[in-house]
């Protein structure tokens, strides 16, 4: 049989191989195509039409732009069953059939390609249908939106001579509404349009129908490899090689007068995901309008009004989608005198809040069950709550200049940027917080949109470009700013009568639609959105992994208990050593071990640990206490002593500055023994140098003091009825006798402490598994070792030989960029490499000790795909920050119930 | 059944469980017991005795020093027995059985432990020995060195007293010979003996033999723990839980009389492995007269002129224990009243040379296999060819001192240090080259020798303890240089009317035994013993694992075939950067990369390029030639490009020096842009930074030059008819997609070059792993690669997560010190986790590409220990440096024929 190029919308067949999962209908026929075909089979009202697959675009695309075998003529064959179907004839001036021809591919991606309208328009036909529409001025418009569209999408010709006609049209017609063009003004402006044409692409726009359609499939063809859809792509992360589908769909008009209309919307609002549609929309408009934002749209809620048959007609069939696909669906509709057409459904985007909002609804409703509920928000998505929005008494007292629509949540802060690719300068190079400001968003802006931290627009509507995309990529943004008048050739906006130039600062609110001058501070907000409350309780449910946080001090590990966190899995105690009051004691310590007198060195050492002492004992005595009945993991110290210590670099500055002026001989004289003691600690490459466990072992009364504070201070909430879990972990562990040096040392000191308080502590001894070595020999570590937890972020580092430091400021972004390494592997874990040792080491360590308790404490605990990874090979627990915790709660649920959530 | 703590040497049961094996055998009675026992056994003539176990000693020194259960009486049951053969009778004045009481471990470890002779004298056994023997004077002798060695081995007595008073005795007679001393003065000295103990000990020494006995054996049980002893098994890697048994055996005397003698010989040289039998005796003498080096020995030629049929039946029994024993003995004999006694026999120590040569002889002499020979010879001994030895046309030129033995070959210079403390602090601490010089060494001088470069003694004999452990050691020494005066106390030494101090330098060797004074240069010999190539030669036969070499520069190719290299392991290409005339180069290529204008930075980078190529290809041109016909595996540029730039903080130091002076602003702008490259370039951890393929793939065309040079040298030699096998291989490799995006670029270079030469070039690619990541995808990379080469430095490294230039000077020395790691990974390769890796490479690199090509190229290649484990799991070729090929080649036939040759 032959290759089957062409589907008509009434044909599709779901029994046919490529089409047996709706995955393969959409990889087929696109998001749009399939949806239309479905709607079709469903009975909802949708144009007659057929879609030109993905295959054949793939095809056409390899084949150097030639349509594969046999495709066109399947073409013009359903053309043909769409004039039957439409009781019209496409290139006959007496009933001409008009059609539109979309570009849908398998992933959705608004606007990224290119879309001809109103093809079959010829001056013909145009006479045929003023003919049987008796609306000259319609047909015009339809016309010369047609050569625009042919002019710059097919022939790729700018659009602003168009818009400069237009405008002319409009002046000369003294008016600054489209819609207050007459018939003349537009037939005009056709035969302008057509000179256009000519004029800058060397010949006539075609007057043959069939001409039209081809080139007009070619171009959507062409334009999956267009800059916009490659750049999109990439952002989004959709593979390349998936082709769009074209639709070839009877065109029905929602400009032939006043009781026409066009809208999009929403079935729940996008926003909050409240249950209501949420939409707008147009009277005699063409669908285009809505979408770009240029003419100001009118809410759904009156075309109740306007129009209540058709927009009762529309309530339902969006119940029915939502059933039928039991997801909130983006719709686009047209009426054409009275009559309702649906254009195209699809999920619709959302902010995070409605995803939750709406999952959860869903789940009440019986939609969907509650597992659904749970595998459909993407953990990420959790991300947003999390966002920084405004402190609330500081947006009190801030300086609002205007209003506008909430489209994307959030606060963002950052210095006006009026054009994408400064934002984007300004972003990456120089580091800089933007806040992009269009006075409206197109597809060539999203590189801008990226970069910035929000994005400010003072047209367009709730589904307008700059929302869809500030939405799916999670940037704060407020749009339809009316009172803002953006001039960007001029580099400056106005506002409340005030000039605002490039580099002013702006902050924004997303989730309120607020603008203020200058910079207002931001706060993390907590987690007590009610719906977010349920989902959560409903992924703790289903999650076999427990989730802990890494909490250095008593206010991380309260916050992190607010969150869910059961136990904290890393405490990093040399934090404590870093504060003001305590660095000199410190420094006391370290230079210690550069003095020659082994007597006096061990004296200043010891004096030094036991002013240190209290401090590690009180701090870990308010965790324990903030974890009462859960387990809390404790590092001993890890970095290399030198971090303590002044730069090299600028003691070598100053040593050799004071030697030459040779002003201050005192100074010098101290200059130089920090400079002895700094040369002494100096390491090569202090990453793998003397720190962690080595340390322990080379002063071991530095990790002896530490021990000693925690079970002082466990006895002491022991004695208060508190229910202390310490666990003492080793770090860097790369053999077992370090274990078994270290931690004979270490129990001797516990179980002196235990005897001279007269208590009881259930401890436990464990190390991280850092090392590629720990990893390999995993087996015979764990005969020591109590627990495991895998320091993802170093293990990384030595499994790849890669200093994160250096390599992220250099090759590592060329390699990611590049595509040498899939992704970033400090962000998610590197399954094939670091992963496989891990999951060496959680098989060993178990095969020695069953009952071994492992986890991950590395930056990988609160990445939802490393998550993933964590429940496969079976750890107990992930620890991350306190703010990752809700999102490690619905990843590791969502790994229990067998799904990445993974789409693309 | 109780157990049996005692054995007499004419009882060992062979049947009997734990004597199954020899090594059984061993363990239980000591090396010298077994051989006494077996000696007895097989019929050669041994006094009387019996062995107390080293698991009596073992569970003595358990109990806290007492005896276990049943060992004593079992002593007293097999004295008994003794006294029955020897028809005398302990402590029986009329006819007394005198026993002398020896350690005797697993392993030699000579006079390390201690021993009591004479027991069973005293104040009336000596009468009745006087009335037996009618030689006052010899019984006298004997009494009074029973007194001493009690004194100073049981009662742990100091030896200054017992020697001064007998140097006082001598003054006193007039003589400075023991022997002339006489019956008078030895009784004389006996009470004076007498009176050291009880004046030293504060108790009288013990008169009852019963007790002597008993308390002999307790000073050599404990003498297994000994500081002497631990540290001797410290350094020779002998285990310390094997314990030492006792060898209680009747006394036999060489110093009755003129027809008694005592001596100790080789059945063939340990020096050279001459087949001639070597020794050394004195008649009237006791045997540690011998031992200890006092007294001038004579040859032992002399002896069959001196009492012939003595002489005959020893050599008949030498030749009977050879052939027993399959090797080359080291035996001790007494002549007692012309009646021959053998006293001890074991494999003889011997020299590198020696041990080749014996292996091969016997061989030869089809008293053992080639394949034994091959198995005998430790790959480390194989290194003794390899050491210096001193420049023929300056050792002419030197000014020889004196000559005396040459008992350890090789050459040494250093500093004269007169004492084992000062020679180990020097080396150790100050890091000089040292040469020992002493009167005579003990074993209190162990350290010391171990320390220095070679040792030189003015006393003592081939069979000196100074001669045992230097050729034990490897360390070149020279003794018995009876020109050599040594003051110790004086620190000075004078020879030939010149006075040396500590510190001044001397050149001794070993090989000739020849000493000169300064520093004569040194040369490494070629392989050319014919022994050694014969060996070597059966080696061969035997292996499987190739041995190729590490070569950068032709003239170490040709050296490194000249000493049987299969192929060329590693050239690193960028030590021909590093050469004073291409660095300025190299430095401008590096600048160019720190240039804004992109333009000019190419240019001037693929200038300095371009000066570079020729340089390259000459030098590969010159590798191929010297390797005609066999495989030259090149790999591209490795290190960080800051190596070749000057150091950042002199440029600090320079910069900020400028500034404060402001004298020279042109130099200060200049260094001032160096200082700027120098810190674009600098890294937190350059180990973990960009270099390897990191750097090929940021700087391709720096690779491509390299290519270029390969394939193009590779042509001219073709052309010339040279059979070429460039193999180029890719550093760091951590993920598969380095290889393809770094090979793909360089493939088509070599497609290039091919067409424009017209050639074609049988090339491989491949890449080393030396990067855990690398290992644990080995599967994914042998897609590209065509070889592997693992890269054991690094993966060492980052396996463990260990700088190494860091940690050599820092915690790994405390960590094999305290044993806490078994032995420095960077020396052996640490099986458990390094090991592993290498292992699952081989394993999935081959299941990808079955004919897989791997080898290794660090440093481990060279060490014998890491040969086995590359045979073990499969490579096909270790690459070292040219030197240690012969110890590769020895080693990897050893892995063949299934043995380490351990015999710890």
């Given at each position: 049989m032959p290759t089957k190029w062409v589907y008509r919308f009434d044909e599709v067949d779901l029994a046919e191989k490529k089409m047996k999962t709706w995955e393969g209908v959409r990889a087929l026929l696109g998001g749009k195509g399939a949806n239309l075909a479905e709607m079709t089979r469903i009975g909802v009202p949708v144009p007659p039409g057929f879609t030109i697959t993905t295959e054949a675009c793939n095809a056409y695309l390899a084949k150097k732009s030639k349509f594969p075998e046999g495709m066109w003529e399947q073409t013009l064959r359903a053309l043909k069953a769409t004039e039957a179907a439409s009781g019209k004839k496409f290139g006959d001036p007496k009933n001409p059939l008009l059609v539109s021809c979309r570009s849908g591919s398998k992933f959705s991606m608004p606007g990224m390609m290119d879309t001809v309208l109103n093809i079959g328009l010829d001056?013909?036909?145009?006479?045929?249908?003023?003919?049987?529409?008796?609306?000259?001025?319609?047909?015009?418009?339809?016309?010369?939106?047609?050569?625009?569209?042919?002019?710059?999408?097919?022939?790729?010709?700018?659009?602003?001579?168009?818009?400069?006609?237009?405008?002319?049209?409009?002046?000369?017609?003294?008016?600054?509404?489209?819609?207050?063009?007459?018939?003349?003004?537009?037939?005009?402006?056709?035969?302008?349009?057509?000179?256009?044409?000519?004029?800058?692409?060397?010949?006539?726009?075609?007057?043959?129908?069939?001409e039209q359609l081809r080139l007009a499939t070619e171009a959507v063809f062409r334009s999956w490899n267009g800059k916009r859809a490659v750049d999109y792509r990439n952002a989004a992360k959709i593979a390349h090689n998936l082709g769009t589908a074209v639709n070839i769909v009877t065109m029905v008009f929602g400009n032939m007068g006043d009781d026409c209309a066009t809208g999009v919307a929403m079935t729940r609002s996008g926003n909050t995901g409240e249950k209501a549609i949420e939409g707008d929309y147009l009277t005699n408009a063409q669908g285009e309008d809505v979408v770009a934002g240029i003419r100001l749209t009118k809410p759904i809620e009156e075309l109740a009004k306007e129009m209540p048959k058709a927009y009762n007609e529309f309530a339902k069939i969006c119940k029915r989608l939502e059933k039928h696909y039991r997801n909130m669906q983006d719709v686009e509709f047209t009426i054409e005198r009275g009559k309702l057409w649906m254009l195209q459904t699809r999920d619709g985007k959302r902010t995070a809040q409605a995803e939750v909002r709406i999952a959860v609804d869903m789940a009440e409703e019986k939609l969907i069950t509650q597992k659904e509920a749970v595998l459909r928000v993407k953990p990420e998505q959790v991300d947003f709550y999390l966002h920084p929005q405004f402190d609330a008494k500081a947006k009190k007292a801030a300086t609002k200049v205007a209003t506008g629509l909430n489209v994307s949540p959030g606060a963002a802060v950052g210095?006006?940027?009026?054009?994408?690719?400064?934002?984007?300068?300004?972003?990456?190079?120089?580091?800089?917080?933007?806040?992009?400001?269009?006075?409206?968003?197109?597809?060539?802006?999203?590189?801008?949109?990226?970069?910035?931290?929000?994005?400010?627009?003072?047209?367009?509507?709730?589904?307008?470009?700059?929302?869809?995309?500030?939405?799916?990529?999670?940037?704060?943004?407020?749009?339809?700013?009316?009172?803002?008048?953006?001039?960007?050739?001029?580099?400056?906006?106005?506002?409340?009568?005030?000039?605002?130039?490039?580099?002013?600062?702006?902050?924004i609110d997303g989730t309120t639609g607020e603008v203020f001058t200058g910079q207002v501070p931001t706060v993390v907000p907590d987690l007590s959105d009610p719906y977010l409350s349920k989902l959560l309780g409903w992924a703790d449910k289903s999650r076999r992994l427990q989730v802990w946080a890494n909490a250095d001090y008593p206010r991380d590990a309260e916050r992190a208990r607010k969150f869910g966190a059961q136990g904290i899995g890393l405490c990093r105690t040399e934090h404590m050593f870093f504060e003001t009051e305590r660095l000199p004691i410190v420094q006391q310590m370290i230079l210690a071990e550069t003095l020659s007198d082994k007597e006096a060195a061990a004296k200043q050492r010891d004096e030094a640990l036991a002013k240190l002492l209290p401090f590690q004992r009180l701090e870990f005595e308010g965790l324990f206490r903030a974890m009462d009945g859960l387990p809390v993991i404790i590092r001993l110290i890890d970095p290399p002593m030198h971090e303590f210590l002044p730069s090299h670099d600028s003691l070598i500055q100053e040593v050799t500055e004071l030697r030459i002026t040779g002003k201050d001989a005192k100074k010098l004289a101290e200059k130089e023994k920090m400079l002895a003691a700094v040369e002494m600690m100096r390491e090569a490459n202090p990453m793998?140098?003397?720190?962690?466990?080595?340390?322990?072992?080379?002063?071991?009364?530095?990790?002896?003091?530490q021990v000693r504070a925690i079970i002082?201070?466990?006895?002491?909430?022991?004695?208060?009825?508190?229910?202390?879990?310490?666990?003492?972990?080793?770090?860097?562990?790369?053999?077992?006798?370090?274990?078994?040096?270290?931690?004979?040392?270490?129990?001797?000191?516990?179980?002196?402490?235990?005897?001279?308080?007269?208590?009881?502590?259930?401890?436990?001894?464990?190390?991280?598994?850092?090392?590629?070595?720990?990893?390999?020999?995993?087996?015979?570590?764990?005969?020591?070792?109590?627990?495991?937890?895998?320091?993802?972020?170093?293990?990384?580092?030595?499994?790849?030989?890669?200093?994160?430091?250096?390599?992220?400021?250099?090759?590592?972004?060329?390699?990611?960029?590049?595509?040498?390494?899939?992704?970033?592997?400090?962000?998610?874990?590197?399954?094939?490499?670091?992963?496989?040792?891990?999951?060496?080491?959680?098989?060993?360590?178990?095969?020695?000790?069953?009952?071994?308790?492992?986890?991950?404490?590395?930056?990988?605990?609160?990445?939802?795909?490393?998550?993933?990874?964590?429940?496969?090979?079976?750890?107990?627990?992930?620890?991350?920050?306190?703010?990752?915790?809700?999102?490690?709660?619905?990843?590791?649920?969502?790994?229990?119930?067998?799904?990445?959530?993974?789409?693309?």
């Amino acid at each position: 049989m032959p290759t089957k190029w062409v589907y008509r919308f009434d044909e599709v067949d779901l029994a046919e191989k490529k089409m047996k999962t709706w995955e393969g209908v959409r990889a087929l026929l696109g998001g749009k195509g399939a949806n239309l075909a479905e709607m079709t089979r469903i009975g909802v009202p949708v144009p007659p039409g057929f879609t030109i697959t993905t295959e054949a675009c793939n095809a056409y695309l390899a084949k150097k732009s030639k349509f594969p075998e046999g495709m066109w003529e399947q073409t013009l064959r359903a053309l043909k069953a769409t004039e039957a179907a439409s009781g019209k004839k496409f290139g006959d001036p007496k009933n001409p059939l008009l059609v539109s021809c979309r570009s849908g591919s398998k992933f959705s991606m608004p606007g990224m390609m290119d879309t001809v309208l109103n093809i079959g328009l010829d001056d013909e036909t145009a006479q045929g249908m003023i003919a049987l529409t008796k609306n000259e001025r319609f047909v015009y418009d339809a016309y010369r939106r047609l050569i625009q569209m042919y002019g710059t999408v097919v022939m790729g010709l700018e659009h602003r001579p168009f818009a400069d006609a237009l405008e002319a049209a409009k002046a000369k017609a003294g008016t600054i509404e489209d819609s207050k063009l007459s018939s003349a003004d537009l037939k005009e402006l056709v035969k302008t349009f057509k000179a256009i044409v000519k004029k800058h692409a060397g010949r006539d726009f075609p007057t043959d129908p069939i001409e039209q359609l081809r080139l007009a499939t070619e171009a959507v063809f062409r334009s999956w490899n267009g800059k916009r859809a490659v750049d999109y792509r990439n952002a989004a992360k959709i593979a390349h090689n998936l082709g769009t589908a074209v639709n070839i769909v009877t065109m029905v008009f929602g400009n032939m007068g006043d009781d026409c209309a066009t809208g999009v919307a929403m079935t729940r609002s996008g926003n909050t995901g409240e249950k209501a549609i949420e939409g707008d929309y147009l009277t005699n408009a063409q669908g285009e309008d809505v979408v770009a934002g240029i003419r100001l749209t009118k809410p759904i809620e009156e075309l109740a009004k306007e129009m209540p048959k058709a927009y009762n007609e529309f309530a339902k069939i969006c119940k029915r989608l939502e059933k039928h696909y039991r997801n909130m669906q983006d719709v686009e509709f047209t009426i054409e005198r009275g009559k309702l057409w649906m254009l195209q459904t699809r999920d619709g985007k959302r902010t995070a809040q409605a995803e939750v909002r709406i999952a959860v609804d869903m789940a009440e409703e019986k939609l969907i069950t509650q597992k659904e509920a749970v595998l459909r928000v993407k953990p990420e998505q959790v991300d947003f709550y999390l966002h920084p929005q405004f402190d609330a008494k500081a947006k009190k007292a801030a300086t609002k200049v205007a209003t506008g629509l909430n489209v994307s949540p959030g606060a963002a802060v950052g210095q006006i940027a009026f054009t994408a690719d400064l934002a984007e300068k300004w972003a990456k190079e120089e580091k800089k917080q933007v806040i992009m400001v269009r006075p409206e968003t197109g597809p060539s802006d999203v590189h801008g949109m990226l970069a910035a931290n929000g994005i400010l627009t003072s047209k367009g509507g709730r589904t307008s470009h700059a929302a869809l995309v500030a939405r799916q990529f999670g940037k704060p943004a407020v749009v339809g700013v009316a009172a803002l008048d953006v001039d960007t050739d001029g580099h400056k906006m106005t506002v409340g009568g005030k000039v605002y130039k490039e580099g002013d600062w702006l902050s924004i609110d997303g989730t309120t639609g607020e603008v203020f001058t200058g910079q207002v501070p931001t706060v993390v907000p907590d987690l007590s959105d009610p719906y977010l409350s349920k989902l959560l309780g409903w992924a703790d449910k289903s999650r076999r992994l427990q989730v802990w946080a890494n909490a250095d001090y008593p206010r991380d590990a309260e916050r992190a208990r607010k969150f869910g966190a059961q136990g904290i899995g890393l405490c990093r105690t040399e934090h404590m050593f870093f504060e003001t009051e305590r660095l000199p004691i410190v420094q006391q310590m370290i230079l210690a071990e550069t003095l020659s007198d082994k007597e006096a060195a061990a004296k200043q050492r010891d004096e030094a640990l036991a002013k240190l002492l209290p401090f590690q004992r009180l701090e870990f005595e308010g965790l324990f206490r903030a974890m009462d009945g859960l387990p809390v993991i404790i590092r001993l110290i890890d970095p290399p002593m030198h971090e303590f210590l002044p730069s090299h670099d600028s003691l070598i500055q100053e040593v050799t500055e004071l030697r030459i002026t040779g002003k201050d001989a005192k100074k010098l004289a101290e200059k130089e023994k920090m400079l002895a003691a700094v040369e002494m600690m100096r390491e090569a490459n202090p990453m793998l140098g003397l720190r962690g466990v080595r340390l322990g072992i080379h002063i071991p009364e530095l990790t002896k003091m530490q021990v000693r504070a925690i079970i002082e201070a466990a006895c002491k909430c022991t004695k208060d009825g508190v229910d202390v879990h310490p666990e003492i972990m080793i770090p860097l562990t790369s053999h077992v006798n370090e274990l078994k040096v270290q931690q004979t040392a270490l129990e001797e000191v516990a179980q002196q402490v235990m005897k001279e308080q007269g208590t009881k502590v259930a401890y436990k001894f464990g190390t991280m598994i850092e090392i590629p070595r720990a990893a390999l020999t995993a087996g015979e570590i764990a005969e020591y070792a109590q627990f495991f937890s895998f320091g993802t972020n170093d293990l990384t580092q030595t499994t790849f030989g890669i200093s994160r430091d250096d390599a992220e400021k250099n090759f590592l972004v060329e390699y990611t960029d590049r595509k040498i390494l899939p992704e970033n592997p400090f962000a998610s874990i590197d399954e094939d490499g670091v992963g496989k040792l891990m999951a060496m080491a959680v098989k060993d360590g178990r095969k020695t000790r069953p009952n071994l308790e492992i986890g991950i404490c590395g930056e990988h605990g609160g990445d939802p795909q490393s998550v993933w990874f964590c429940h496969k090979i079976g750890l107990n627990y992930v620890s991350c920050s306190p703010y990752r915790i809700p999102i490690a709660r619905l990843a590791a649920a969502q790994a229990a119930l067998g799904s990445k959530n993974e789409d693309k």
